[in-house]
């Protein structure tokens, strides 16, 4: 599954090494093996609220404790600084948010994801990054200057293949062992790995998905 060819094209995408890239079922295994090396019982993990509401669910089974960062007031944005400044004050391990959020589509600029990185150096953050249909806005290059972030990407929505269930996980090298070590080798099908490196070429179709976003 750790498909040397695809592997190469999302490194590309992203301007990371190819060592940085993991393939994996879907971004969901990504969160879940993240979750499962670098959190344990009473790990202070942060959740935005409203956000992908199964972040709660990885946080309960590795017996985090959750402290949530709320905004139930309309248009529901919960920015970098936000982020930042509950990041200290509840001092969390283990941050996890979605960019852009799936539930209102807020998309934190990268030049602010790398502001809250640079400043919360102690905090290890996973940035979900899997409903992006623009890959120049993501932020995921940063797993290249900052070793305190993880960043997950998928092939169902953009790319389109929903049901093959192909994702992949970004991580600075420092991690590259831990996951080569942890991430199940027959997860991903072939069918998945072929397919996946037949719509990273095909950028007459993803310019065509953008368009028909923008309508």
Sequence with gaps: PQDKNLRSKIAKLHNVAIEQVHITAGAIAGIDYTCRIFTKAGTRTGIRKPDWSGFDHYADFNENEKFYLENFEYPFEIGAGKISQ??????????????????????????????????????????????????????????????????????????????????????????????????????VSSLAILAGNIVMDDERYQKKTQENVLE
Excluded: C, W
């Excluded at 004050?89 to 996890?96: A, Q, T």
């Excluded at 953009?158 to 093959?164: P, Q």
């Design 86 to 187: 509950f990041v200290k004050e509840k001092k969390i391990d283990f941050m996890i948010i979605a960019n852009p959020v799936p539930v209102q589509g807020h998309l934190i600029p990268k030049e602010d994801i790398e502001r809250m990185l640079a400043d919360n150096p102690e905090t290890l953050f996973l940035i979900d990054e899997a409903d992006t249909v623009t890959p120049e806005t993501q932020a995921a290059h940063l797993a290249a200057k900052y070793d305190n972030a993880m960043f997950l990407g998928s092939l169902s929505k953009f790319y389109g293949l929903s049901g093959l269930r192909v994702g992949y996980l970004i991580t600075p090298l420092a991690y590259t062992e831990h996951f080569k070590n942890t991430i199940d080798v027959i997860e």
